[in-house]
């Protein structure tokens, strides 16, 4: 096909998409403008914080370079076929995770409900992360790194320069009292029972974050394809430069072997495997509705079999790359201090925001580093929380199209300041332990679910002979049967395991100096609660409004409302389904 027929069909297409043909057609919707911008978009959401500061440390933790061997099977079986499903769905039905379920399972719509509640909670810790991150950027603008010395207003009698540190109890380093006493001042509240106020200038930095995610949603694609072209790419250039300093340092094969070194006897222990599980799900990010959202302003004939396979492999091998610019740091750090990797290295915020700037401050130029350091993690922090953030906006206004689609602009800008509002806890001095709580209890835990019911809504009751179909009237081919396999049974099970295997250890997830009350624990549980009753809650609503007896009304609720809509009129136009992109 040459690229004249190609983009003829591609403006017929939209033609048809302008037409009163269905509910899904009445009006024409915003469509990427280059293809590459949604390829960015996706890489972007998909890369994020943890591939930065949790897979390093989960693979050395669980046998090092043996760990990639149950990482890529669960990579191949488990997040890819979920990865491909939802860029499927988004693209062939266009339209966000709310809408969609009346042309899958409209029974099942309280899957895109609790999707919207999870994005709010996630909304309300992230972006202060990425606020803390601006924390640190504006803070490494001085001659000398503030968290370089013991001769600060914050430190204490047991601050001890990183170079003199020893192994005790008692002592701290300078980069630990400027994280825990300047950036959050945690001790002066007592947790979660007494928070105390809110420290401005820490919730400035999160406002600027807000601000910086309005201006990129508030145009929808427009504004968001032009912001990824940053967000996605300015993170591979750090990482490259950072990779390249990390290595020349003293020490760092020492973390570098730390990292890769095989311990094949871990791969007899069943928590590696869900360990890998739970990394490749939540570094993928099925089940936000992200994924829905941004391919659902895809031409429909675009290839999204070859973008599934492309951006989750970016974002894998992403990670991996990680791990060699963190673990020579670390590397580094126990050449410095005399220790063995293990008592080097933290998980999660202490290592970005402890550990690495402790690395930092003993460089040549450690203010530069410090400064594409921060950008890095802020740039990663951002297109993910675009990503979840359009999720929501695109399914409320695609559910409501005359009274938030006609008017986005002030929709996203009073969601975002709702959203904000709400984040303000987050910014106090004991704000730390909600943002712990929050990570666990708002979509840690019930975003596991949600994608398994979103899964067996598709792939069992939709069917995933009829979803295949679907497929290859985008495509011009029908998925394998590895694909159809995946769908129909593995990717289930996969789901169902990790959340099974999440619910018996998520003490472990909270696990820390600090004991959480037990009515902050209850909580969690009813945050969790609150998502996950919307499948219950929107269920018996839709059996109740329907007419008719108990059984007809099942059948009817658990069959698409609006059907192939859009594949007739393309079959119409085309005479075939074999056009593809």
């Not at 396979?309 to 990670?319: E, F, G, H, P, W």
């Not at 925001?353 to 890095?376: D, H, K, N, Q, R």
């Not at 003490?507 to 998502?531: F, R």
């Amino acid at each position: 096909m040459t690229e004249q027929e190609q983009g003829g069909e591609e403006d017929g297409l939209e033609a048809v998409e302008t037409n009163d043909v269905g509910p899904m057609m009445t009006q024409q919707r915003d469509t990427w403008s280059k293809k590459v911008e949604f390829l960015l978009a996706v890489i972007g959401f998909a890369v994020d914080l943890g591939n930065v500061w949790r897979f390093p440390y989960i693979c050395y933790q669980n046998g090092g370079g043996a760990f990639l061997i149950p990482y890529c099977i669960m990579l191949v079986f488990g997040g890819m076929p979920l990865f491909f499903m939802e860029l499927a769905l988004g693209q062939f039905h266009r339209s966000g995770c709310l809408t969609i379920w009346k042309r899958i399972c409209p029974a099942l719509k309280g899957v895109g409900y609790a999707i919207c509640l999870l994005d709010v909670y996630m909304g309300m810790y992230y972006n202060t992360i990425i606020g803390w991150a601006v924390y640190y950027l504006v803070a490494s603008f001085r001659s000398e790194l503030p968290w370089t010395s013991c001769h600060n207003s914050w430190n204490t009698p047991n601050c001890t320069p990183i170079m003199e540190i020893a192994v005790s109890n008692y002592s701290k380093s300078p980069a630990t009292e400027f994280f825990e006493r300047s950036v959050l001042e945690e001790y002066k509240s007592d947790g979660l029972d007494r928070i105390g106020p809110i420290k401005w200038s820490l919730a400035l930095c999160v406002l600027a974050v807000f601000l910086l995610v309005y201006f990129s949603l508030w145009k929808g694609v427009k504004s968001t394809g032009k912001a990824v072209w940053v967000t996605a790419l300015a993170p591979y250039v750090v990482l490259f430069i950072l990779l390249i300093r990390g290595v020349t340092l003293p020490g760092a094969e020492i973390g570098i072997q730390y990292y890769l070194t095989p311990q094949w006897h871990k791969l007899l222990n069943t928590k590696v495997w869900i360990d890998a599980a739970s990394q490749i799900f939540f570094s993928l990010g099925p089940g936000f509705g992200t994924l829905l959202a941004l391919s659902s302003y895809n031409k429909f004939h675009n290839n999204c079999y070859r973008d599934a396979i492309l951006t989750s492999s970016i974002n894998c091998l992403t990670s991996f790359l990680a791990g060699f610019v963190i673990f020579s740091v670390l590397g580094y750090m126990a050449h410095v201090q005399g220790k063995s990797v293990d008592q080097v290295g933290l998980e999660g915020p202490g290592l970005v925001f402890i550990v690495y700037p402790e690395a930092i401050a003993t460089m040549t130029g450690s203010v530069f580093w410090s400064i594409i350091f921060f950008l890095m993690l802020i740039t990663l922090g951002l297109d993910s929380t675009f990503g979840g953030l359009e999720a929501m906006i695109t399914a409320l206004c695609d559910e409501y199209p005359r009274l938030l689609g006609r008017n986005r602009e002030l929709f996203v800008l009073v969601l975002l300041a709702g959203v904000y509002v709400c984040s303000l806890p987050t910014c106090t001095y004991g704000g730390v332990h909600l943002v712990n709580l929050l990570n666990v209890y708002g979509p840690g835990l019930a975003i596991l679910f949600v994608v398994f019911v979103e899964a067996v809504g598709v792939c069992w009751m939709y069917g995933v002979e009829r979803f295949s179909c679907d497929i290859e009237l985008m495509l011009g081919h029908k998925p394998g049967l590895f694909w159809r396999l995946c769908w129909a049974y593995i990717s289930p099970i996969f789901l169902l395991t990790i959340f099974v295997a999440s619910l018996l250890s998520y003490e472990e997830m909270l696990e820390g100096e600090y004991v959480y009350p037990k009515w902050s624990i209850n909580l969690g549980w009813a945050l969790t609660a609150s998502s996950l009753s919307c499948i219950p809650i929107y269920f018996f609503y839709k059996l109740y409004i329907t007419k008719g007896t108990l059984w007809n009304r099942l059948v009817k609720i658990t069959k698409p409302e609006e059907y192939c809509c859009e594949s007739r009129v393309i079959s119409a136009n085309y005479g075939t389904a074999g056009t593809h992109v």
